[in-house]
């Protein structure tokens, strides 16, 4: 390759790598008597897109009102925590599934259940992923702490054993911090490899606990903690990704409802430097 070529591949590569990530946010404790309160107390900060849960009708209903109040809502993906030794809600999938193809959002699936109980667990993700095949609509498989599937390593595993085209996986600082891959953030994220769809991150302190309910050690505000999440930034970043990253939401409840707005800024302004450093 010429010079000039190589010049020329190096310039156009650096440019695709150099587009922001879309930043989205949970719509957990959103502030708001109703729902058309809450999804307007985002308004002017800035967020790209909406994720939330849509586990039952209430959800859906939720939904369906805060497009009444924002239409042009971007939804990134519909949550859903679904457990391997039960039998599944169908038809409620095929209301979610036709509500993420109309908003062209992605399904985020939670798989409880005894862990390892691979038969049951792999029966659940190919029965969700066909269903959304038919519609169109990617799954992404969410790893979350104390389930069935707790990293993105394992849910690897079950994307591999099913087959589905759309199938994908996303990262979780929280839930990659607590399962002790704190140190280990840039191996899971190329062994995700092209698989890695959604991201989300948040404050945290270093010092988890694993398999607690109480999560405010795993998820703060932005800028509390004493994990730096520029390191997650800067995976993401020498990994060529892409796509979303969320901001994590959960239980900030007691929070002032200006987190949402410091948080929006302090991202920006941990991207801009983690963009802006020397490799």
Known sequence: MSPFRRCCLLWITSCAFAVANPFGVFDFNLRG??????????????????????????????????????????????LLHLQADKPLPMEHLRLASHKAAAMNAKLWLIVGGTKGDEEKILAVINQVADLAAALKVGVSLYPHDATAIETGEEALVYLKKSGRKNLTISLHQCHELRAGNIDRLDAVAKALGPHLDLVTICGSDRKTNDNSTDWSDAIKPLGEGDFDPKILLRVLRNNHFQ?????????????????????????????????????
């Open 33 to 78: 008597a109703t729902p058309a309160e809450q999804i307007h107390s985002l308004d002017g900060i800035g967020f790209d897109g909406l994720t939330m849960l849509l586990n039952s009708p209430k959800d859906l209903e939720r939904l369906d009102a805060y497009q009444k109040a924002k239409p042009d809502l971007k939804l990134i993906a519909a």
């Open 243 to 279: 796509g979303p990253i969320i901001l994590h939401t959960f239980g900030l409840m007691k929070k002032p409802d200006s987190h949402y707005r410091s948080s929006f800024e302090l991202y920006q302004k941990m991207a801009a430097e983690v963009k802006g450093e020397k490799r």
